[in-house]
């Protein structure tokens, strides 16, 4: 089973899990106005790795005290239409 979101899925939040971080899911953030679907990796304490699941996308390090900064939520569901 292909783990990726795929372009046109639609996605169910859960906007009560955006504090405990689990390794290896999607979660919807926002960096400054930008909101985008990373996988959240928490390396070292207080730096945050934003994974996107397409190579083509380098890992962004955010600080977790950065102010424009948001966890929204887990993805905890995703549906393609094919």
Not at 4 to 23: A, C, R
Not at 24 to 42: A, E, S, W
Request: charge should be neutral.
């Amino acid at each position: 089973m292909d783990p990726v979101i795929k372009d046109g899925s639609l996605i169910l939040v859960d906007y009560s899990q955006n504090e405990k971080i689990y390794q290896g899911k999607p979660y919807i953030v926002r960096v400054d106005n930008v909101i985008m679907c990373k996988f959240l990796d928490m390396r070292e304490a207080g730096k945050l790795i934003l994974i996107s699941a397409n190579p083509a996308y380098s890992e962004i390090i955010i600080n977790t005290n950065y102010e424009n900064f948001q966890i929204i939520g887990r993805v905890v569901y995703s549906a393609q239409k094919y």
